[in-house]
């Protein structure tokens, strides 16, 4: 099986990659055979011998991996030969096989792809455990995350997103930060060109931020900590750029404020059955589709010094991934994000908009959070509002007494409100369709508010935005969209809606 080995300590253009003996599972641990091995910070310092753990010579970086197990030990009793697994290995994963403890083994979840599955644990579980534990974020909040495109500042920033907070991401580059605005970034700050403090202050109006999440240290964890909020919380989670900063303790008297240490991995250790309780809410969230890390670029494993060289070089946003061979594909999703959906021009009839098509479910979970697109306007005639009036025998002279309605506040009729609503499914089929569905409903709304009288001639359309994918079974997926019906000429809309539909595969 092919390696990528560290024979002697160095810089990743000394690794080297090699053909060596299968390996044999022993008691209380499993081969598995490697998919995708994602790349950590740790990585880039382990080969350098700068890190707490320090395996023997030759060994292989990469300490998080999925696969399928190839052999499994004795006394191992939860996993079999050919399980789909993900696991922290700490090092030996950038490998065609790695020999991992059982007890750093998991199942992958159900539809998760091998590429995902490699990328979340380290990333999510630190930030997390950094946000949930040891800052208690709360809604309404604001969260300052510093290195927000590198791969545990991301994750901040969505699960900030997620937890309500306010987000200001700061990073490098426009081209980061433009990719932390899609994760859900309020307000950036590219901390190479823009005065940090300056920055803060006009974002929070002087207030300061709540929390911070320091993965980079050096030079920005001073002024951040000046704009800190009276009672904020410094969360301390690394120093990707080399320097451990030396703080004034007075700053955390006149500030009211906490300086919290992160350890992620002693935590797993020390509280597991609290990071139990923290993957599995993670779990939750990933199979709703609300997290989805960003896939910076697949390497090879002849590429996998270069994928060390690039994190090292500050030119990976979110997460770089070695994959063992090329049916190892990039998620659908993430390839949604770095194109846009694959966009196919309809023929009949003539749209100013193209529609959305997706290939699967998998594809849809993958556009969660976005929009959908706008619909084409409809015009609400008298017709159309007397059919719906006999249809649904509401006929009062408002809807379909022209006459009388002249004499009205509005000088004629007024269309029912669910008149509006009952185009959402026409409207969706404008904009989006999924190619693996064998059937589709529209069935209903969670939630309408009716804000605007739509009078007679008026004309209609829907944005609509994907708010959530649920797995239902045997096969098939819950959709709640987000829908807001826009009428011509007025800054306010006509209704606002949360829309119900379900697709089965
Ligand atoms: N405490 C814990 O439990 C825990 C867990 C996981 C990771 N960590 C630590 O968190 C830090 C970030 O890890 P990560 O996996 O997110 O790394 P990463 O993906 O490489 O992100 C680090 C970010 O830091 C910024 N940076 C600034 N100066 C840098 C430099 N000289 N070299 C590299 N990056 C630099 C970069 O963003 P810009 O270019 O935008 O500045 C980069 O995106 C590391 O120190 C890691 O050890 C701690």
């Not at 939630?447 to 009078?455: A, E």
Request: with cysteine; hydrophobic share 45%; net charge neutral.
């Amino acid at each position: 099986m092919k390696a990528l080995l560290c024979k002697e300590f160095g810089m990743p253009e000394t690794l080297v990659l090699e053909d060596i003996e299968p390996l044999k599972a022993e008691a209380g641990k499993v081969v598995i055979s490697v998919k995708a091995c994602s790349v950590n910070f740790p990585d880039t310092l382990i080969i350098r011998n700068l890190y707490q753990f320090k395996p023997a010579l030759p060994f292989s970086p990469g300490g998080e991996v999925s696969g399928l197990v190839k052999e499994v030990g004795e006394g191992v009793k939860h996993l079999k030969v050919g399980d789909k697994v993900f696991a922290m290995t700490g090092w030996g994963g950038m490998a065609e096989e790695v020999l991992v403890d059982a007890r750093r083994v998991f199942p992958m979840l159900p539809k998760m792809d091998f590429v995902t599955a490699a990328s979340v644990m380290y990333n999510y579980g630190t930030s997390y455990h950094a946000l949930k534990d040891r800052a208690e974020l709360k809604s309404g909040e604001t969260l300052l995350v510093l290195g927000a495109a590198g791969g545990v500042g991301l994750a901040a920033v969505e699960l900030g997103k997620l937890m309500g907070a306010k987000v200001i991401a700061a990073a490098s580059s426009d081209e980061k930060l433009a990719v932390c605005k899609e994760k859900g970034a309020d307000f950036t700050i590219n901390y190479l060109t823009e005065d940090l403090r300056e920055q803060i202050k006009t974002i929070t109006e002087g207030k300061g931020v709540d929390v911070i999440y320091d993965a980079v240290g050096d030079k920005f964890a001073e002024p951040a900590l000046r704009s800190i909020a009276w009672k904020g919380r410094y969360l301390v989670v690394g120093f990707a750029a080399g320097e451990i900063p030396k703080i004034p303790l007075n700053l955390a008297l006149l500030k009211g404020c906490a300086i919290v240490g992160v350890f992620w991995g002693q935590f797993a250790e020390k509280e597991p059955a609290q990071n139990f309780k923290n993957i599995q809410e993670l779990a939750g969230h990933f199979m709703q589709g609300r997290l989805r890390p960003h896939i910076h670029k697949l390497y090879t494993l002849e590429e996998a010094a270069e994928s060390l060289n690039d994190l090292m070089n500050r030119k990976v946003v979110g997460k770089a991934v070695v994959v063992t061979s090329d049916e190892v594909k990039m998620p659908i999703y993430a390839q949604l994000e770095s194109k846009q959906p694959e966009v196919k021009a309809e023929t009949t009839p003539v749209k100013s908009q193209e529609m959305l098509i997706f290939k699967d479910i998998e594809a849809l979970k993958g556009y969660v959070g976005k929009e959908l697109g706008t619909s084409e306007w409809q015009i609400l005639t008298q017709d159309k509002i007397n059919a719906f009036a006999a249809a649904t025998l509401d006929d009062q002279w408002i809807h379909v007494d022209e006459e009388k309605a002249k004499l009205s506040p509005f000088g004629k009729t007024i269309a029912h409100g669910f008149l509006s609503l009952s185009f959402s499914p026409k409207f969706m089929y404008e904009m989006f369709k999924v190619e693996s569905a064998k059937m589709g409903l529209n069935y209903g709304t969670n939630k309408v508010r009716f804000i605007s009288p739509v009078p007679v001639g008026s004309r209609v359309r829907m944005k609509a935005t994907l708010k959530e994918v649920e797995d239902m079974q045997p096969s098939g997926a819950k959709l709640i969209i987000d829908a807001v019906f826009e009428l011509e000429g007025s800054e306010k809309p006509a209704c606002v809606a949360e829309l119900l539909s379900v697709i089965y595969e």
